[in-house]
């Protein structure tokens, strides 16, 4: 019989208590050896040259360093795989954190089932994931999009533009990051995000691109009327649809849905109120969530996108719409948000024939 390989953990806390109640819950499980502690972000750098673990559970407001520091130094120097394990009042910084190079947030967990089942969940799948070390910041400054696309946009009355709605999970705040820091100002369409996330942690995330994109970014509200330019985020308790007179419904999510908010519900609502002026783009996550609903824009003649297995933390939801044959192309992540510019341009209908044509 063979062993299964056990996941060493490094955990990171200040709080003895929160450090004893998440090594209760870990070495409870037979394939998940705690390998040490440390009391905060210096501690957690030394500790993880020295033992190598396969993967760090990191607070981050902690003395002598906090944990955005520590994160940012092991993620530029030697990378491993990083789950955030945090207070909800923390939420902006522990999206700073993701940017750094951390690959998913959770609130501390008690002793309560389900939060015991999401942790060791999250410990398990982010253990496997390759990581390289590597810093990449974001401002509205240092990434811009085209000149030559930005005038023209200029040019056409977003009441012609389409809609977009995106697909995210594992990996999602930082390639959300990366694409809206590329679009202009004037971009002359509203843009739906679905983006699996811990509840409490949204608003921060908001509030977080909100310092980066030239575009406004807030929380989608139950009935508001959808607005060229802006970017709205499904609340992560509940899923983001929208009726016929483009208006947000926000649907409570139910003990059965695996994945909130969910990605699929938000993909063919649009599908269903846009048809051919829906544009679907699905992108880094784990798990299946997305590719009904990209199947869905695919038959009613929208256009859908991928993020491509080089430029994605988990190859996984993508993949999944990819394997389906719904996707029109598959993309890098630097080149989505020049692909979104090109489409308002053309318009659906022309983007749609030169593909037909190759031309693109």
Known sequence: MITPKLIRVLIVDDSSLARAMLREILEEQDDI????????????????QQWRPDLITMDLNMPVMNGLEAIEYIMHNKAVPILVVSSETDAKLACQALASGALEVIGKPSFDPKEVELLLHQVRLLSGVPVITR??????????????????????????????????????PKALANLLVKLPVEFPAPILVAQHISNGFIEGMAQWLSTLSLLPVKVAEDNELLEAGKVYLSPSEQHL???????????????????????????????????????????????????????DIYEQGGITLAQDEASSVI??????????????????????????????????????????????
């Open 33 to 48: 050896q705690v390998i040490a502690e440390a009391e905060n972000g210096k501690e957690a750098i030394a500790l993880a």
């Open 135 to 172: 810093m990449q910041r974001f401002s509205k400054t240092d990434q811009t999009p085209a000149k030559a696309i930005e005038r023209k946009l200029v040019e056409v009355e977003a009441a012609e533009h389409p809609i977009f709605a995106i697909a995210l999970s594992t990996g999602g």
């Open 241 to 295: 649809t929208i009726t016929k007179d483009y208006r947000v419904k926000l649907k409570v999510r139910s003990e059965a849905d695996i994945y909130h908010p969910s990605c699929d519900e938000m993909l063919s609502s649009v599908a269903q109120v846009f048809g051919k002026d829906a544009i679907g783009i699905i992108m880094t996550g784990m798990g299946r969530d997305g590719t009904q609903g990209m199947t």
């Open 315 to 360: 190859y996984g939801m993508n993949a999944e719409a990819v394997n389906a044959g719904v996707i029109h192309r598959e993309l890098p992540l630097n080149c989505l948000a020049e692909e979104m510019l090109t489409i308002l341009l053309l318009k659906p209908a022309g983007y749609l024939a030169a593909l037909r044509r190759d031309n693109l």
